[in-house]
């Protein structure tokens, strides 16, 4: 993801599906984490806006994927979402 249009296409597409992982698994307190967290980026990124560092503390979707979800097919989405959030508004590494 290299744009806001990239990344905001992903987050909807991530979105919907941790829906419909939550419709079928609604006990699955990992997978509503993960949801909840998806609709706040959702929130906090409106018109493009760069969540401010304090946001981008308070997600660790990142994290709970790769402890607990990494196997599902949404998983690198995650993961990309995830890096996009915490590198926005900095240079990147590579």
């Known amino acids: 993801m290299n744009t806001f249009e990239e990344f905001d296409a992903e987050l909807q597409r ?4 941790l829906a419909a992982m939550a419709e079928r698994a609604p ?8 949801r909840v967290q998806l ?9 493009g ?12 979707f990142g994290l709970i994927t790769s402890r607990e979800l990494s196997d ?11 890096s996009y959030v915490t590198w926005w508004g900095h240079q990147r590494p590579y």
């Open 72 to 82: 599902y097919p949404i998983a690198q989405i995650l993961y990309e979402l995830a």
């Open 39 to 47: 609709e706040a980026v959702h929130n906090m990124t409106r018109g």
């Open 14 to 17: 991530a979105r919907g599906e």
């Open 49 to 60: 806006r760069c969540p401010s560092q304090g946001e981008k503390d308070s997600l660790n």
């Open 27 to 34: 006990d699955d307190n990992v997978i509503e984490t993960v």
